[in-house]
């Protein structure tokens, strides 16, 4: 949470010409369980490990809030799920994931600037086997006299999710399961693919390590 | 989790013509994380709390699957988060209501069916204030030769959210305060709401009673 500003002189969200992420609306809430006695050092610890030089970080009572670009977003969650699985035992993290539409910046970008997304981030394999219940909402609107279809981006993404890890479809949600990398980026990556041919899209995973029935 | 066939027959599923629920997707999955150290304990209890005889319930190793009318499941909800929070000392719980647009299940139904919806459940307060990050998500693709328009439901949603509880716009989310039956009352009025115009609707929210930086 700190802010170093040479740092910040050289992100890539600078060199951007046209919006900045917070226009665009990119950005993440998410909470950790670690299911211990400790929960409270294990959380403040993940938090505090955490690459936050280039991500603006508030954290209150009900969630976190991360904003940054796509890149820094995704490797400060990355950096605090890993911190909290290697601290032990049972975790569950909840993520959220948004873009295009941010609640109280109003969508009246250009479609063409909104719907160019960066490459997916590349995340290290860390050893911790990873389950998550994973759903993905392009709210595809489509365009004037022109039908949405916001199954065509979800179905899209969940046949790219089979390069990375095991998928499993569910009620409701995809089941993932693999290395926390490997969930957390598929996530990710079908965020930002589905980011590409609709404006506003968001995404949400429960992710469990460590789940005391394996 | 018990199914009693004399109240199978006589439950409102029984007598609704066309669709069941369970044709319609209709459901939720939900998380207790109760932040004390005898979690689980707390978990179960809830979860033999709540009244199932009307729903499906499955517990896998990372959420909790209710499925039934709108009525039973949301009944369910509340009867499990309430014995979760009367246990005492801070609960976070994720909620994911879903209709519409079931995983497995073909989305070929009558619109006119699949877009009536039934009265909100009442839910009796509880005296367990409770904060929430609520996000909606109407996945309205219009109809042929007509775009969509998911704003207008979540707009219609927010505004209708202030005659229960206090609402403050927050990023990617709506926050709510106010009494725990009063929160998730909130949450699914505007999931129903919006599944009356819009086929394939999904909602998640953060709950959290009594934390500890109240």
Known sequence: MTHDTRTLTTAPTD???G???????IGARFSLHPHRDDF??????????????DVEVTTDDVTTFVRGTEDAVVRYLFDALRAAAEAGGHLVAHVHLSRGCPGEVACDLPDDVVLATPPVPVLPRCGMPTAAHWSLYPLDDGAPGRQGDHMSAVTAAVDAAHRRVDVTPEHFVTRL?????????????????AGRTVRHVATHATLVVASPSW
Chains 1, 2 share one sequence.
Do not use: S
């Open 15 to 17: 060199r951007r010409p």
């Open 40 to 53: 409270v050092d294990v959380i403040v610890d993940a938090l505090d490990a955490a690459q936050a030089d």
């Open 177 to 193: 399961d693999g290395d926390l990398a490997d969930v957390l980026t598929t996530v990710v990556e079908g965020w930002l693919t």
């Open 19 to 25: 919006p900045t992420p917070t226009e665009l609306g």
